[in-house]
């Protein structure tokens, strides 16, 4: 008897954006099964577990929470990845959507950018290929890359990504929130990621502006590329150990300083500085964030959301 086919289940209620999303995730291969609310899309993965639900923020609700809540725990339960997307005035319930603690790809930008982030997002879930900020730059887009291998390294290179970025035409705003970003990767790269036998994490309380030697261990890589859509900064530790509920609970706060000490603090200012946040987990071996800034906008202009990936890689 033939297996059924893998298929990607969409849970929209409007046929217009029903077919165009069928029409981005058709690229992937996989058969497209729609749903138009959430009670139907619960029963559909009951039936046949798709390999990824994606989901319109728009249903959600404060009557629609408990539906929500299933339909997110029932794709987890089955193996599937969910990926919610927020259209218009969907925006404003992000908060409320963070504090679900399982929702792992919030998308929250309109057409055309939703296209580009739908597709990488699927087609890094489906393949299982998520590292290396290439995938979201412009094929042939220079990257230009440091390995660290002193922590007082820190202020010289974030000053000279400004420079360069300024240098390539961008404006003081760009570099500034390149600078922000760079400068909380990192921090949390050096003093967070490091990790002992016992899981204790032995350089969190160092301060941060003092000299620590960055051997092969605890080196720490830095890679950059603009390609005129969007500044990608790439920081990656070779610990691998922040993990998937740190995030989501450092993404929810609404006040950085209820974060305290630890990781948490430098992820919820780079999410907060940038327009899409990517994290990928290797667990015991390595962590990559990417913060993407869209350079193809003015600031009155930018939609006052942002993006935000946690990728995980499965154990072969």
């Known amino acids: ?11 929209n209620p409007d046929r217009k954006t029903q077919r165009t999303v069928q029409r981005i995730l058709g690229v992937t291969g996989h058969r497209i099964d729609v749903a138009d609310d959430l ?34 725990a029932a794709a987890k339960e089955r193996g599937a990845e969910a990926c919610m997307t927020l259209l218009g005035a969907a925006i404003a319930r992000i908060p409320t959507i963070l504090h679900l603690g399982a929702v792992t790809n ?20 489906l393949r299982g290929d998520l590292f290396g900020a290439e995938k979201y730059l412009l094929w042939g887009t220079e990257l230009h890359a440091t390995t660290m291998t002193r922590a007082s390294q820190r202020s010289h290179l974030v000053a000279e ?34 990790v002992d036998a016992r899981g204790v994490h032995y350089r969190r309380e160092l301060a941060r502006d003092g000299e620590l030697e960055l051997d092969e261990r605890h080196g720490v890589r830095v890679r950059w590329g603009c390609d005129a ?43 907060r500085s940038c327009d899409h946040l990517v994290f990928n987990l290797a667990p015991g071996r ?31």
């Open 1 to 11: 008897m033939r297996a059924p086919e893998a298929s990607i289940l969409i849970v």
């Open 229 to 271: 859509r969007y500044l990608a900064v790439e920081v990656r530790d070779a610990f691998g150990s922040l993990d998937r509920d740190t995030i989501l609970h450092s993404l929810g706060r609404s006040d950085v300083r209820e974060t305290g000490s630890g990781a948490g603090m430098g992820i919820s200012l780079a999410y």
């Open 39 to 72: 009670d139907q899309a619960v029963r559909l993965v009951a039936h046949a577990p798709p390999v990824l639900v994606v989901i319109d923020g728009a249903l959600y609700t404060d009557e629609q929470a408990e539906p929500l809540r299933r339909l997110v």
């Open 286 to 316: 390595c962590t990559e964030i990417i913060a993407l800034i869209d350079v193809r906008y003015p600031p009155t202009e930018r939609v006052h959301a942002s993006s935000y990936n946690v990728f995980v890689e499965q154990a072969p």
């Open 106 to 125: 919030l998308l929250v930008h309109p057409m055309p950018v939703l296209g580009e982030e739908l597709t990488i997002t699927a087609q890094k879930l």
């Open 161 to 194: 990504l400004a420079a360069r970025v300024r240098g390539l035409g961008q404006s003081a705003r760009v570099a500034s929130m390149a600078m922000l970003v760079a400068d909380e990767l990192i921090s949390n790269a050096v003093h967070n990621a490091p």
